[in-house]
């Protein structure tokens, strides 16, 4: 996906005022209009001019975009980060009839808002971004929001305000909490994210985490102790386990109703020849069994 400079397309500058940006807009309209320009490429021209007046013009998308854009340049390759748009506040609004012939860009990183199952006008909608143990254990968040909006001379600034949430047990990547009337007149809601985290991966309700074992803990099986979220555990390691296989711990994934699944993947971890025994040791197997693991068939035994 590429990258797209709203800043550039109009014409202004970062800092610009909501007038500023309003007057590029219209003068760019007045000369690519498809009804009255002569440019060949007009259409197309007045799609991207449509689309970047669509994000500038509106305080809310304008100061999400500005956090994304910083460092970026029009046309290079891009992907938006994983929460990029958290604890950024936004009213329930539709973009228009021409919002379905934006780009990908715009799609991807505005398509869904104030389209959110649920939203009513006077709405407003948040991402926020959880730990997972909050889910398993349920808990209680201080959450605090920026609400963009100009200020008199038509600059952009932020408000921030902070509210105190009740995280419940059990709840999931993309699950909606609704604090009713803290939109003023209508509700917030709270669409949750977790954050990304070194040792787990979750899919739903289900968690993945990867199982170190040692060389002997693999060969003959194994009881050894697990962390997760939820605690710890004691999983046993079935003699012959090989890298790649994965375990399933049923019931131990986020506590929801049903309860998700923790899936161990096993990886097999070599100890170092940091001692002249380890390495008689290694010696002494490679004699003793003279296995060949590129040998077909190798790992079925």
């Excluded at 590029?24 to 991207?48: F, G, I, N, Q």
């Amino acid at each position: 996906m590429k990258f797209r400079d709203y800043y550039e397309t109009l014409g202004v500058a970062r800092n610009a005022t909501a007038e500023e940006i309003k007057r590029a807009y219209r003068k760019l309209a007045r000369k690519y209009h498809p009804d009255v320009s002569k440019e060949a490429d007009a259409t197309e021209r007045m799609k991207e001019i449509n689309e970047a007046y669509a994000v500038l013009s509106d305080p809310e998308k304008r100061a999400a975009y500005d956090r994304l854009a910083s460092g970026h340049h029009a046309g290079e390759e891009f992907q938006p980060p994983p929460g990029w748009d958290a604890g950024f506040e936004f009213s329930a609004r539709d973009f228009g009839p021409e919002a379905f012939e934006f780009s990908d860009f715009f799609s991807e990183l505005f398509g869904r808002m104030g389209a959110r199952a649920g939203m009513h006008r006077g709405d407003h909608y948040a991402k926020i971004l959880l730990d997972l143990e909050d889910s398993y254990r349920g808990a209680t968040r201080q959450v605090t929001l920026r609400v963009p909006r100009l200020d008199e001379l038509g600059r952009l600034v932020s408000e921030t305000r902070t509210l105190e949430v009740r995280i419940p047990q059990g709840v999931r990547e993309g699950q909606i909490l609704r604090l009713a009337g803290q939109a003023h007149p209508g509700d917030l809601l709270l669409e949750v994210q977790f954050r990304p985290h070194p040792r787990y991966r979750v899919e739903g309700r289900d968690v993945y985490l990867t199982l170190p074992v040692a060389p002997w803990e693999a060969a003959l099986g194994a009881v050894v102790p697990v962390d997760y979220p939820g605690g710890r555990l004691n999983v046993r390691i079935p003699a012959g386990a090989q890298s790649g296989r994965q375990l399933r711990v049923r019931g131990k994934g986020i506590p929801s109703q049903p309860p998700g699944d923790l899936y161990l993947d096993i990886q097999v971890v070599v100890p170092p020849t940091s001692s002249p025994r380890v390495r008689e040791l290694y010696e002494a197997l490679a004699r003793e069994t003279a296995f060949d693991p590129r040998k077909e068939g190798s790992l079925d035994r």
